[in-house]
């Protein structure tokens, strides 16, 4: 298979990203304006993590084979700690993303119209009476939950043909309990393209949360790269990588 350009990839990623948000993040506000003054019950949470497992699942067959289709930073990061891409394709990759994440809220305020800029866009944040602390913690985890997944999956002993599902569910499943919990989230990007464009829009943006998701996020993933590393591979011979499921890079 011919070997993508960094243009290629970075455009992937920033498609992939944007695709995330206006399908995930953008499930929030189009919950959100149908139900009115009921806000989000436990049913509504769960429609709303299909949607993100159904997207994921999606983009990583379609864009895996380009650029592995990691469309969030503590992704790639965590892939770089474990020596799965190049430390040089780090910044290019985080930048494409965050431009990506920018875009898709743009999509979800050009289709959801004002309404969608007044619940927020779908953006992620914590009220007065949740502790920062909480939240962080809940997103370290959340994130090392998902680093750890695209870690196994990808491995080159993994079962062939299943990455998208793994991650997906396991993408779908985190949605649903910190959500429910702590408004914790587990991708820098999808914090970061709603509440730029919330802002642009003039919206309240609680731009001191920022970094304490962020923050969280980036050290969950390294800690799952840094742990995963410790586990021995199983003593089976090797099965090939369907295309979809390259998350590599060669150096």
Partial sequence: MDESTLGQKMLSEAIGTALLVF?????????????????????????????????????????????????????????????????????????????????????????????????????TVYGPGVSPLAVAGASCLGTFVLVFVVLGVIHRKAAPGFAGIGIGTAVGALVIVLGASTAASINPAVNFGPMVVLQIFGGSVPWEQLPVYVIAQLAGGAVAAFVFQLLPPRPQVATSLQPSEVASLDA
Avoid at 35 to 51: E, F, K, P
Avoid at 72 to 87: E, F, T
């Fill in 23 to 123: 399908v995930g993040a953008g499930s929030v506000p189009a919950t959100l304006l149908l139900n009115g003054d009921r806000g989000i019950s436990m049913a509504d949470l769960g429609v709303i993590a299909l949607a993100w497992t159904f997207v994921v699942i999606a983009l990583v067959y379609t864009l895996g084979h380009v650029s592995g289709m990691h469309v969030n930073p503590a992704v790639s990061l965590g892939l770089a700690i474990s020596r799965q891409m190049p430390w040089r394709f780090v910044p290019a990759y985080m930048a494409a993303q965050l431009v990506g994440a920018v875009v898709g809220a743009f999509g979800i305020a050009a289709v959801l119209g004002s309404g969608a800029v007044t619940v927020g866009l779908g953006s």
